[in-house]
């Protein structure tokens, strides 16, 4: 390995470290920007927390059905790419 791939990798170690130290979990972001749209649809669109959380809930299986295409997408190009 050359001196250069060495300072390379000391600095990306570096960041590593410092990112799994100082920056929190996605699933924390999520909790977080649930909790948002939550306040605000209560305070600006004046909606009940319970139509709120049925709202979220609706939407959800909207996403995950978005969601489990894309993971079939993912997973058949995979597999297509290491089949011989």
């Known amino acids: 390995m050359s001196e250069k791939e ?6 990306a170690l570096r960041l590593t470290k410092w990112t799994t130290k100082w920056i929190p979990d996605s699933f924390i972001f ?5 909790l948002i749209a ?16 049925i709202a979220w809930g609706q939407g ?10 894309m993971v ?5 190009g995979y597999v297509l790419a290491a089949s011989p």
């Open 30 to 34: 999520a909790i977080i920007l649930t």
């Open 38 to 53: 939550l306040v605000l649809g209560i305070v600006f669109a004046r909606e009940t927390p319970q139509s709120m959380v």
């Open 72 to 76: 079939l997408i993912l997973v058949t």
């Open 60 to 69: 959800f299986w909207a996403l995950l059905t978005f969601a489990m295409q």
């Open 6 to 11: 060495g300072i390379l990798s000391n600095i």
